[in-house]
C-alpha cells in the first residue's frame, strides 16, 4: 500500500520569503502522479502544482515549484515570493496510474504567512 | 464557486441517526469521488462513482454508503452515526480519464457534527 508522509506539521515564512514544505511517499510503483493540494480557511481544496512520475523536469507554476526526487521518493514543494493568501493547509498526494483516479493523501502542513 | 456543489454545509445530528450528504458535480464531469477529512485520520478516499456505477471502495464504513444518480448527482447516506464520523465530508469530480491530469475540482465540503 502506498503511504504519503508530511513531516512538517506546523511551518510558517515572513511574507516575501521563500518556503520549501516536505513530503515523501512510499510505493513500489513505477508509473504514479503527485500532487499538491492547498485548503485555506475556507475549507476549498485547490489543485497547486501536479508531477508526473516519468517526468524527470520539476513542474512549476509561477510561484509554485516542486522538487521531485523519483529515487528518493521525495516531493517538496516551494513557495517563493510569499503572500498573505498562500497561509493554509497544504496536502502532498499519491495517485497510482490505473487507480481510478483515487488520491491518497499526506496529514497536510498548516503554513503561516506572516506579514 | 469551483462548480462542485455539496449540501448542506453544515449537519448537526444525534448519535445512532442517520443523515444523506449530497453532490452535485461540475458540468460535465461523469467520475465523482467522496472524501472524509478527520483531525486524527486526515483525508481519506471512501468511495468513487463514474457514470453512476461504483467504481472503486475506500475505507468505507459498511454503515456507509453512496450512490450516483442518472442526472450525475450522488448522495453519501451515513446511517447509525457515531461519535467518530464527526468530520468533513468532501465531494470531488472529474471528467473521464482525467484525475491525474488535472486533479480533481473539489466541492466545499459538509461539516458533520455528532452529538
Known amino acids: 500500500a502506498q503511504t504519503v508522509t508530511q513531516s512538517q506539521p506546523e511551518m510558517s515564512v515572513q511574507e516575501a520569503e521563500t518556503v520549501t514544505l516536505s513530503c515523501t511517499y512510499d510505493?513500489?510503483?513505477?508509473?504514479?502522479?503527485l500532487f499538491w493540494y492547498k485548503q485555506p480557511p475556507s475549507r476549498q481544496m485547490i489543485l497547486v502544482i501536479r508531477?508526473?512520475?516519468?517526468?524527470?523536469q520539476n513542474a512549476t507554476e509561477n510561484r509554485f515549484s516542486v522538487n521531485f526526487q523519483k529515487a528518493a521518493k521525495s516531493f517538496s514543494l516551494k513557495i517563493s515570493d510569499s503572500q498573505l493568501g498562500d497561509t493554509a493547509m497544504y496536502f502532498c498526494?499519491?495517485?497510482?496510474?490505473?487507480?481510478?483516479?483515487?488520491?491518497?493523501f499526506g496529514k497536510g502542513t498548516k503554513l503561516s504567512v506572516k506579514p | 464557486d469551483s462548480g462542485v456543489t455539496q449540501t448542506p454545509k453544515h449537519l448537526i445530528t444525534a448519535t445512532g441517526q442517520r443523515v444523506t450528504l449530497r453532490c452535485s458535480p461540475r458540468?460535465?464531469?461523469?467520475?465523482v469521488y467522496w472524501y472524509q477529512q478527520s483531525l486524527d485520520q486526515g483525508l481519506q478516499f471512501l468511495i468513487q462513482?463514474?457514470?453512476?456505477?461504483?467504481?472503486a471502495k475506500g475505507n468505507i464504513l459498511e454503515r456507509f454508503s453512496a450512490q450516483q444518480f442518472p442526472d450525475l448527482h450522488s448522495e453519501l447516506n451515513l446511517s447509525s452515526l457515531e461519535l467518530g464520523d464527526s468530520a468533513l465530508y468532501f465531494c470531488?469530480?472529474?471528467?473521464?480519464?482525467?484525475?491525474?491530469?488535472?486533479?480533481?475540482?473539489f466541492g466545499s465540503g459538509t461539516r458533520l457534527t455528532v452529538v
Open positions: 470531488a469530480s472529474s471528467a473521464f480519464g482525467t484525475a491525474h491530469i488535472y486533479g480533481y475540482t
Open positions: 510505493t513500489s510503483e513505477s508509473n504514479y502522479y
Open positions: 508531477q508526473e512520475a516519468y517526468k524527470q
Open positions: 498526494a499519491f495517485m497510482r496510474r490505473g487507480s481510478q483516479g483515487n488520491l491518497i
Open positions: 458540468s460535465g464531469d461523469l467520475s
Open positions: 462513482y463514474y457514470n453512476g456505477e461504483e467504481r
